[in-house]
């Protein structure tokens, strides 16, 4: 494939396919052909560029899956600027951060997102923006922040709002956005994209048009998705699920965008009715929730056939469950890490069944794979556990101002140590088996919370079950389950109990279970399991030991 940004990605697709769908809000009832969305990001493009955004320039973008939010992308990625993703779920404290960290000169923002309010919160860090003629703030806490800019109709006190800056674009030659498009090289950064931070500060991820471009074009063509597609994305734009695998892998091939703003599983199940969507992407609690749904057999998902399920290990009997209730014969799953842009490896339609549902494929063409000893970093052979090591032209440029991590993460000769424990076959397929942090040492044992949560998984009443480490001053740590049931079942701890009972070894039998409703996730639908752990920590007692 040859080298392009992500600008030139949309133009070239726009001339292919210029009538097609590209982006519809089927709730809103707005369609955009790829001619008239390329049109939308180029007066964008323009209107930025009469504010006086640089090439280079960091510009962060707040909000939900709205329309703007996809122009914005493309139309950052036309003049040079770099995207800096922001999760919906920020408060004043993590968008601090994320504006100072960044160096960001501008941020596009909406409302807000689920009681959370923007506009207060960018009033609270900034409050000279109140007083500040637009484009000229000059905030003591972000030096570096110039534009505010409200994604909407609605004046506010020191913003611009989305119509000023597209008339500003009206006063700019195309002559003017030509040149600067020309100016743009593939391998310069794109995107900035925060990893969670759960463990420490969040690090920006920078990635470059060349890596974003070429990883959605090779993980569509795992999917077999084509211009004929129409791809539901209820994933959030900010992850890479979203923005990388969801818009640019529709833009590489032509394939219509079929966004919600917001997760709302029967939003989801009427939407791909309505639209027939033929493609779903999710993450696995998110297509837990569509298979819980009590109306899903009055929705015709008879046109479903291909997605990926990502964002986090999804066990073997969800995916059969995908596969056969929701009708998603030719599902594929994608893992990676944003630092690899994001795919590593992905099953591919024509893979065998029992491989789609049991391993996380092979490596995308160009990927390097090696599992490792995690603690003599020498390589094992197939078949024994070790850390998941990648090396290829999709690994990130580093991390934003942050060297001795970005040198911590990838090695002397380019490996990026993922910190994911696997085991890889004699035909290269991978199977994800735990993360090296989640790993619980119980009486000197190494237990695995994956493969104690595949097996409880098979328990007929068990619809979703997370695992984790607790402290024990007799065996350093023990096991506990949090296991959510199907909806009208009901268990017993000791129901679990007898169910692992010779089945798995009796140290990895949960010493803990509690039954849940719900469990702490991300903006981006992953479960945090380190509050699972200080949930349980306080609930028993631990704490106090």
Same mark, same amino acid.
């Given at each position: ?151 909407? +109709? ?223 970093? +020498? ?74 949560? +595949? ?91």
């Amino acid at each position: 494939m040859v080298k392009q940004t992500v600008g030139a990605l949309l133009d070239r697709t726009s001339e292919c396919y210029p009538h097609k769908d590209a982006l519809v809000y089927s709730e809103r009832g707005l369609r955009y052909t790829y001619r008239e969305l390329n049109l939308l990001c180029r007066q964008l493009a323009k209107g930025l560029i009469k504010l006086g955004v640089k090439k280079g320039d960091k510009l962060a973008i707040w909000a939900p899956n709205i329309p703007e939010w996809v122009i914005a992308q493309f139309a950052a990625a036309k003049i040079g600027a770099i995207l800096v993703t922001v999760n919906t779920n920020y408060r004043a404290m993590d968008l601090e951060y994320l504006l100072k960290q960044s160096d960001a000169s501008t941020i596009l923002l909406s409302d807000g997102f689920r009681g959370i309010d923007y506009i207060e919160i960018i009033y609270q860090l900034c409050p000279e923006l109140k007083r500040a003629i637009p484009g000229q703030l000059k905030s003591k806490k972000l030096p570096y922040l110039k534009n505010v800019i409200y994604l909407g +109709e609605q004046f506010f006190p020191g913003m611009y709002n989305w119509d000023q800056i597209m008339g500003l674009g009206e006063r700019v030659e195309d002559s003017e956005l030509l040149n600067r498009e020309a100016v743009l090289d593939p391998d310069e950064v794109a995107a900035m994209m925060y990893t969670s931070g759960t463990t420490g500060y969040a690090k920006g991820v920078m990635l470059s048009h060349h890596h974003i471009v070429t990883n959605a074009w090779e993980v569509a063509a795992g999917m077999k998705l084509g211009s004929i597609d129409r791809l539901c994305l209820p994933v959030p734009f900010f992850h890479s699920l979203g923005c990388i695998l969801g818009i640019l892998a529709c833009v590489n091939v032509g394939a219509a965008m079929v966004p919600l703003e917001n997760f709302d599983p029967e939003t989801v199940l009427a939407t791909l009715d309505k639209e027939r969507c033929t493609a779903l992407h999710g993450v696995p609690t998110m297509f837990i929730a569509e298979l819980e749904h009590p109306d899903l057999g009055k929705y015709d998902l008879s046109t479903l056939r291909t997605g990926i399920i990502a964002g986090s290990a999804c066990p073997v009997e969800l995916m059969k469950e995908i596969v056969l209730r929701l009708g998603i014969e030719e599902i594929t799953i994608a893992y990676g890490q944003t630092e690899a842009s994001p795919v590593i490896c992905q099953t591919r339609v024509e893979d065998p069944l029992e491989m789609r549902m049991s391993t996380v494929g092979r490596p995308l063409p160009g990927v390097e794979v090696k599992i490792v000893d995690p603690e003599s970093d +020498e390589p094992v052979p197939p078949g024994v556990q070790g850390e998941l090591c990648t090396r290829s032209h999709f690994v990130m440029k580093g991390y934003y101002k942050m060297p001795e991590a970005t040198g911590a993460a990838i090695d002397r000769d380019g490996w990026l140590h993922t910190g994911d424990l696997a085991i890889i076959d004699n035909q290269g397929y991978v199977r994800i088996t735990g993360r090296i942090k989640d790993m619980i040492i119980r009486g000197g044992e190494n237990v695995y919370p994956r493969e104690i949560e +595949e097996f409880i998984f098979t328990h007929p009443k068990v619809m979703d079950v997370q695992v984790v480490g607790v402290p024990s001053p007799r065996y350093g740590e023990e096991v506990m389950a949090f296991i959510r049931l199907r909806e009208g079942t009901s268990a017993t701890e000791e129901e679990i109990r007898e169910f692992c009972q010779g089945k798995i070894a009796r140290y990895k039998i949960p010493r803990y279970i509690k039954f849940v409703t719900e469990y702490p996730m991300t903006a981006s639908g992953k479960i945090q399991k380190y509050k699972l752990t200080k949930l349980a920590i306080k609930e028993l007692g631990l704490d106090k030991q």
